[in-house]
């Protein structure tokens, strides 16, 4: 059997929604990369908590637990934000099924594009960085660039697939594809700012990311 864990990033969200899920999955191994000023002392019973700065989205959750893991990581991993349902990025019975998936999956809310519509009625957006003037920049100021810093002569895309909210089901062998170093990396690009546009760039990309047989920069 194929083991499991469901990585969580959280900030200040309740989290006691998820407490009649995991009942239902009691083989899941939780953990929670939690960058709440003050952690809730009851998380500690259900989940692996480990408190992280509150910078880089829950991109930097996602690249610490695989940091951290790189050499034992779960045969599927679960990511996904804390808020997930609250922002309404899927549904609850969209996520109970993303829970038995053994591919790599995208969990999100299907509708119909604004921009496209694509067979499995995901989301997609036209590769023009409209909310990069928003966002604090550092190492990258364009989607392409950011592929660029990752990548030797990576696609450009004139769409993106892409899952808002960055919340997947992968299998580890797609994760390590990539070096531990370039997750570190990944890492120290998002990280400069709570609001960094190179997390949204990294929510944009990790389809690509893990999906794609791209070569990694050294």
């Known amino acids: 059997m194929l083991s499991k864990s469901l990585v969580i990033s959280n900030y200040n969200n309740d989290l006691k929604w998820l407490y009649p899920i995991l009942n239902k999955n ?12 003050v952690i809730n ?3 500690l019973q259900t989940f692996k908590v480990k408190q992280i700065p509150n910078v880089g989205y829950n991109i930097l959750s996602y690249c610490t637990h695989i940091i951290d893991n790189y050499n034992s990581l779960d045969d599927i991993i679960i990511f996904i934000k804390g808020n ?29 594009s604004t ?17 990069a003037p928003y966002h604090p920049s550092k190492y ?19 769409y993106i697939r892409f899952a808002p909210g ?33 997390s ?6 990790f389809y690509s990311i893990w999906t794609c047989d791209y070569k990694e920069k050294t």
Do not use: M
Not at 26 to 37: A, G, Q
Not at 170 to 190: C, G, H, M
Not at 200 to 205: T, V, Y
């Open 26 to 37: 009691p083989k899941l191994t939780c953990y929670l990369y939690d960058k709440s000023e």
């Open 140 to 158: 990258a100021s364009t989607y392409n660039d950011f592929l660029n810093l990752l990548f030797e002569s990576p696609h450009h895309p004139q």
């Open 84 to 112: 997930l349902i609250e922002r309404a990025h899927t549904t609850l019975e969209n996520f109970e099924k993303a829970l038995n998936l053994n591919t790599f999956f995208l969990i999100e809310r299907y509708h119909e």
């Open 115 to 131: 921009h496209l519509t694509v067979n499995d009625n995901g989301y997609v957006e036209p590769n023009n960085n409209w909310y």
């Open 166 to 198: 960055a919340n997947f089901v992968v299998p580890k062998w797609n994760i390590l594809k990539y070096s531990k170093s370039f997750y570190e990396r990944l890492a120290e690009i998002v990280s400069h700012d709570k609001l960094s546009l190179e």
């Open 41 to 43: 002392t009851e998380y």
């Open 200 to 205: 949204h760039f990294a929510e944009r990309a």
